[in-house]
C-alpha cells in the first residue's frame, strides 16, 4: 500500500533557511523526503544563508545549497565602511555597535539583528545572484524531469518559495526582509507563492534559559521584526514611499510592488490546548513535517485554493487590521515505524549480547564439545602424519640377520628426526591452521554456547590436550642405534656360533630372543620419542592458543557485560514509550501496542533467526560502510572481533540490517486500526471517528492567542492519509471509509472546515490544524515583548533596526506609538528635563492654568498659559527635589509614563497645548533646535562637565527620523 508516486500538481519549490534555524529545518526536510521518495529527483531546491560556518560543515549539504555571508575583513572594519556608506543609513550609529559579541567573522550574527543584516547587505550582490541561480536550477530541473518523463508533473509556469527562520536571533532575524525583497524581485509574484515560516522567541526558551541577557534581547528581537512584518505585510497604498525601496551596493534599487509575503506562519512553542514542545529539536520536527505535507502531498495545492477563500478577506472585527499571519500543528496516529526500527534495533544488539554472554549449556555437553574440538583441530593438523602409531618394522624372531636389525635400528632413529624435522618445518603452517581454525570455532559457536561458555568448552579442550601429552610414556636413554647395534652384534656373532645340538637350541632361542627385544625396545622407544615429542609440541603449540583466547574472550567478556547495560538502558526507554500515548517530536500517537513491536521483532530477527541475521551482518561491505572514515577496522570479519570496538558499531550493523528490511515500509495503518477495532469488538467506523476525534483535540495550532478566536481566524483540519484504491468516484479521491465516515459526521462550520488530503505515509493519519488569517496582535507575548523592545532601546543596547522610515510607524500594541510620542515631544518642548543624569518633570503642576517650568532650559516651549521658569538648572544632583525626579534612566521614565495616569495625562495636555498655539514652522525650528542642542551636549567634554543638561538619545533619534532631520 506504499504510494511513493509524486503528486502530479506539485510546484517546483525553492526552500530559503535563515540561520540555524532555517538549517536544521531543512535538514530534517530533506531526510523526510529521502525517506519517503527514496532517491526519486523532486523539483525542490535548498539553499542555506547564515553567518555560521558550523552550519556548512554538515555533509547533508550540497555546494550549491551553501551561501555564506562573511565580511572577509573584521568586523569594526566592516562597520566603519558601512558608516560612510549611504545604502547603510539604517544602521545604528550613535553610539557606534561594538564587536564585543566576535571573535571571528563565522561565529553568526550574536542575536544583533543590525550585524545580521550587515552580513547580508554587505554580501548583497553574492545572496542576490546565488537566490537567482537557485531559480534557475529550480526551473531547468523541473523541465528536465517533465521532458525525460521521469514524473508527470504539471504547473510548470508557477512556483512556491518558502523562507523559513527565526525572529528572535541575530542572521535569521536580520535577513528575512531584505532576502524576501530580493527574492520578490527574482520571482514573478503573479505565479509564485512567497510563504515566510518563522519561529518565535518562545520556542527557544528551554535553550536561553541559563542566559538572561540572550533572552532580552530575543524577546526585543521578536518585537522589532514582527513590527516589520506588521507594516510590509500591509497592501501598498502608495507605491512611491520611501519605505518601499531598498537600496544594495552593485545591486542597485529594488522596489517592493506587492505585500512582503503571500502567507507567513509564526510558529511558538505552545497552543491554546496547553501543550508545550520544550525542546527546539521538536519545533524543528514541526516545522519539517508541515513543510513536507505542503510541498511533497495533496495539501498544498488545498491549501492554494483554501488561502485564497480565507486569508485577509476581510479585517479583523476587533483590532480592525488585515489578517496577515498563519500557524500550524499537526497530531499523527501511526504505526510509529521508526521506533519499532531502532526497538527491533536495539533488541537485536541486545539478543546478539546475552547470546554472547551467557551459557545454559550443561556441563556434560560442553565437555563433550571440547573432546570434539580436540580430534578436530589433531584431525585439521593432520596429526597422525607426524606419528608412527607401532608402524615401525619390529625385529621378528626368525630374523636375526645383522644388516636386517642394524637398518631397522637406524630406520628408526632416522623416524624420530625426520618427523621432528617434519614439525618443526611445517610449525608455522600449523599455527597458522590452528589459529584460523580455532577462531572459526570461536565465531561459530559463540551464539550457541556464549563467551562464558566458550571459555569453558576451550578450558577443557586445553585440558584435554595436556591429559594426552602426559598419557604417552616417555622416552628412556637408550642410546643410539649404532651404539645399540654394537652392544647385540657380539650376540649376534656368538648365536651364529653355537651348534644347533638340542642343548645349544635352547640357548640359542634366549640369545636370539634377548637380540630381539634389545632392538624392539630401541625402536618402541623411537616410537614412544615420536609420539611424546609431537603431543607435547602441540600441546603446547595450542595451550598458548587457548590461552591467548581465553584471555581474549575475559576482555570480550567485560566489553559485553557492558554494553550489555548500555543496550538496555535504551532498550527500556523504547519499552517504556511502547504501549501509551506519548508526546514527541509532534504530538503522536502510537496506534499498535508492545506486543506489537515485540511479535514483529521475534518473527523477522528473533532467536530463532540470530544465527543467520548474523551471518547476514558478517560482511565485507557491512563492515566497509558502519567503519567508514575510520583508523582502524576490524581485521576479521566476525562477531566477536566487532566487540573489541565501540558498541556504537554493533548498533550501526543492527540497524542497517533492519534499515533494508522494507516490510515495516508497506505495514497499512488502517488495516492496523480494523484489527484494533475487531479485537475490542467495536464497529471500524465507530473506533477511528472516536481516534481521529481525540487527535483532532490534540493538533492545535502553535499559537497560543485566546482573544476573540472565534472573529480573529479560520481553521481548518486536513485528515492526511494514503486513499483508499478501491474506492472511486468520478474524479474524486476519497479515502478510506472509516475516515470518509468522520469527515461526513462533523456538522455544521467544522464540516466544511474537515478536508482529506492523499499523503504517501500509509503508516500515518495526519491531522493538520491550520490557523488561516490572523492577527499578531492576538500573540499572548506580544507585550512582553514590548516591554523587552524599550527597555533595550532605552539603554542604547542596539538589537534593533532603529530607523523609523525602514521600521514603518504602525505598532503591534495600540500605545506604543503615543509612548514614544509624548515621550519625545515632552523633552523637546521642555517638559521633561535630562540634568546630571537624573530625569525630571519641568512642568510645576498639573493645572494648565498658570503652569510655570520648574527650571529655565532652552527647550521650554511657552505659551500664554505656561510661563518660563526664572530659576537656573541645578549645579549637582543634591540641589534637584526628589519629588520631581522621574527616574535615573530612560526605561524607567518610559515605563513611569505608561504606568502613571495623571504624569501622562498632564503631558499629553501640555504637548496639545503647546502645538495648538505655535505654527508648524515654528515646531519645526523647535526640534531642530533640540537636534542641534543634543548634539553640543553630548559631544563636547567641558560643556557636558560643567554639569548641565543633557540630551536624550531616544528623543534625539526619534525627532531626527519622524522630521527627516537627516545628516
Known amino acids: 500500500m506504499m504510494n511513493n508516486e509524486i503528486p502530479k500538481d506539485i510546484l517546483p519549490t525553492l526552500i530559503v533557511g535563515l540561520g540555524g534555524t532555517g538549517f536544521q529545518i531543512i535538514k530534517r526536510l530533506k531526510k523526510l523526503f529521502n525517506k519517503r521518495y527514496n ?30 555571508l562573511r565580511f572577509n575583513e573584521g568586523v569594526k572594519s566592516t562597520l566603519d565602511w558601512a558608516y560612510s556608506n549611504p545604502n547603510f543609513d539604517w544602521l545604528p550609529e550613535n553610539p557606534p555597535i561594538t564587536p564585543d559579541f566576535f571573535t571571528s567573522t563565522d561565529q553568526g550574527a550574536g542575536l544583533i539583528r543590525p550585524i545580521g543584516r550587515l552580513y547580508l547587505c554587505k554580501n548583497s550582490k553574492l545572496v542576490y545572484d546565488t537566490l537567482s541561480t537557485a531559480k534557475n536550477d529550480l526551473v531547468d530541473l523541473y523541465k528536465i524531469l517533465t521532458e525525460v518523463g521521469a514524473v508527470h508533473l504539471e504547473n510548470i509556469d508557477r512556483h512556491k518559495v518558502y523562507i523559513v527562520g527565526s525572529l528572535a536571533g541575530g542572521t535569521g532575524c536580520g535577513t528575512f526582509l531584505d532576502v524576501s525583497v530580493m527574492l520578490s524581485k527574482i520571482f514573478n509574484r503573479d505565479n509564485t507563492n512567497l510563504i515566510g515560516m518563522f519561529t518565535l522567541e518562545s520556542c527557544y526558551d528551554d535553550k536561553l534559559s541559563s542566559d538572561l541577557d540572550a533572552q532580552n534581547r530575543s524577546k526585543a528581537n521578536c518585537y522589532a521584526a514582527l513590527k516589520e512584518l506588521e507594516f510590509y505585510m500591509s497592501s501598498i497604498k ?32 505552545k497552543n491554546e490546548g496547553g501543550g508545550v ?20 502531498t495533496k495539501l498544498g495545492s488545498q491549501l492554494r485554493a483554501d488561502y485564497a477563500n480565507f486569508i485577509c478577506k476581510d479585517k479583523d472585527p476587533v483590532l480592525k487590521r488585515d489578517r496577515h499571519f498563519s500557524t500550524f500543528s499537526s497530531s499523527s496516529m501511526e504505526i510509529p515505524v521508526e521506533n519499532i526500527k531502532r526497538y527491533s534495533c536495539f533488541k537485536l544488539a541486545s539478543d546478539i549480547l546475552e547470546s554472547l554472554y551467557s551459557s545454559e549449556t550443561e556441563e556434560e555437553v560442553l565437555n563433550l564439545k571440547a573432546e570434539e574440538l580436540k580430534e578436530d583441530i589433531k584431525q585439521e593438523l ?31 632413529e632416522k623416524r624420530v628426526t625426520a618427523s621432528k624435522n617434519n614439525w618443526n618445518s611445517d610449525y608455522e603452517i600449523n599455527i597458522e591452521k590452528a589459529d584460523k581454525f580455532l577462531e572459526e570455532f570461536i565465531n561459530e559457536n559463540s551464539i550457541a554456547y556464549g563467551v562464558r561458555g566458550l571459555s569453558r568448552i576451550l ?39 653355537l651348534s644347533n645340538s638340542r642343548k645349544n637350541k635352547l640357548k640359542k632361542s634366549e640369545e636370539a630372543n634377548s637380540i630381539k627385544n634389545t632392538a624392539n625396545n630401541f625402536i618402541s622407544n623411537k616410537e614412544n620419542e615420536i609420539n611424546s615429542y609431537i603431543a607435547n609440541e602441540l600441546c603446547k603449540m595450542i595451550t ?47 496506534m499498535v501496542s508492545k506486543d506489537f513491536y515485540d511479535n514483529f521483532y521475534e518473527e523477522n530477527y528473533g532467536r530463532d533467526n540470530l544465527k543467520p541475521t548474523i551471518t547476514k551482518m558478517m560482511k565485507q561491505e557491512m563492515f566497509d560502510e558502519i ?42 495503518l488502517i488495516d492496523i486500526m480494523r484489527k484494533n477495532a475487531e479485537v475490542n469488538r467495536q464497529n471500524p467506523k465507530l473506533y477511528v471517528k472516536e481516534e481521529l476525534e481525540i487527535a483532532a483535540k490534540l493538533a492545535k495550532p502553535f499559537w497560543s492567542a485566546i482573544k476573540n478566536p472565534e472573529v480573529s481566524w479560520t481553521e481548518c483540519y486536513y485528515i492526511g492519509a494514503v486513499k483508499d484504491d478501491n474506492i472511486t468516484n468520478g474524479f474524486t479521491i476519497r479515502p478510506d471509509e472509516e475516515i470518509d465516515y468522520w469527515i461526513r459526521s462533523q456538522t455544521g462550520e467544522r464540516s466544511r472546515q474537515a478536508r482529506y488530503v492523499e499523503t504517501s505515509n500509509p503508516s500515518s493519519i495526519d491531522v493538520i490544524h491550520i490557523t488561516m488569517g490572523a492577527c499578531a496582535g492576538y500573540l499572548p507575548d506580544v507585550k512582553n515583548y514590548k516591554m523587552f523592545y524599550l527597555k533595550l532601546l532605552s539603554e542604547q543596547t542596539y538589537p534593533l533596526h532603529l530607523d523609523e522610515t525602514y521600521v514603518g510607524l504602525d505598532d503591534l500594541v495600540l500605545d506604543v506609538d503615543e509612548l514614544f510620542k509624548i515621550y519625545t515631544l515632552a523633552q523637546a518642548y521642555g517638559a521633561i528635563l535630562k540634568v546630571h543624569g537624573k530625569y525630571i518633570d519641568n512642568l510645576s503642576s498639573s493645572n494648565m492654568d498658570g503652569q510655570r517650568f520648574v527650571y529655565k532650559s532652552d527647550c521650554n516651549l511657552s505659551t500664554d498659559k505656561i510661563i518660563d521658569s526664572y530659576k537656573e538648572l541645578p549645579k549637582n544632583t543634591s540641589e534637584i527635589e526628589e519629588s520631581i525626579i522621574l527616574g535615573n534612566s530612560r526605561s524607567q521614565v518610559l515605563s513611569r509614563i505608561e504606568k502613571d495616569i495623571a504624569l501622562t495625562s498632564k503631558l499629553a495636555k501640555f504637548i496639545t497645548a503647546v502645538e495648538a498655539v505655535h505654527s508648524r514652522e515654528d515646531l519645526i525650528k523647535h526640534k531642530r533646535k533640540y537636534i542641534e542642542l543634543y548634539n553640543l551636549l553630548n559631544n563636547e567634554d567641558d560643556i557636558r562637565a560643567a554639569g548641565y543638561q543633557e540630551g536624550d538619545f531616544i528623543a534625539y533619534e526619534k525627532l531626527r527620523y519622524q522630521n527627516s532631520f537627516r545628516k
Open 627 to 668: 567503519f567508514d572514515m575510520e583508523r582502524e577496522k576490524p581485521r576479521d570479519i566476525n562477531i566477536l572481533s566487532l566487540m573489541n570496538y565501540d558498541i556504537k558499531y554493533l548498533i550501526n550493523l543492527c540497524a542497517k540490517i533492519i534499515e533494508e528490511d522494507k516490510r515495516l515500509d508497506n505495514l497499512s
Open 459 to 497: 578450558k577443557e579442550t586445553s585440558t584435554l590436550f595436556k591429559q594426552e601429552a602426559n598419557a604417552i610414556i616417555p622416552p628412556s636413554n637408550v642410546g643410539s642405534a649404532n651404539s645399540v647395534f654394537q652392544s647385540i652384534s657380539g650376540k649376534l656373532d656368538s648365536v651364529k656360533k
Open 277 to 296: 514542545l520544550t525542546n527546539i529539536e521538536d519545533i524543528y520536527d514541526l516545522c519539517s513535517l508541515q513543510l513536507y505535507h505542503e510541498i511533497g
Open 544 to 590: 598458548a592458543m587457548i590461552d591467548e583466547a581465553v584471555k581474549n574472550i575475559d576482555v570480550l567478556s567485560r566489553n559485553i557485560d557492558e554494553y550489555r547495560s548500555s543496550v538496555s538502558m535504551n532498550l527500556l526507554r523504547l519499552n517504556n514509550q511502547a504501549n501509551k500515548t506519548y508526546g514527541g517530536n509532534i504530538i503522536s500517537r502510537e
Open 238 to 269: 502608495n507605491p512611491d514611499d520611501d519605505r518601499y525601496t531598498f537600496k544594495y551596493n552593485n545591486i542597485g534599487e529594488i522596489k517592493l510592488e506587492k505585500k512582503l509575503l503571500d502567507i507567513c506562519y509564526l510558529v511558538e512553542n
Open 39 to 68: 532517491e526519486q529527483n523532486l523539483p525542490i531546491r535548498y539553499l542555506i544563508l547564515d553567518t555560521d560556518l558550523k552550519s556548512f560543515l554538515d555533509d547533508s549539504l550540497k555546494n550549491n545549497e551553501k551561501c555564506q
Open 382 to 412: 593432520d596429526i597422525n602424519t607426524y606419528l608412527v602409531n607401532n608402524h615401525m618394522i619390529r625385529i621378528k624372531e626368525e630374523t636375526l640377520d645383522g644388516s636386517v636389525i642394524q637398518n631397522s635400528l637406524t630406520s628408526a
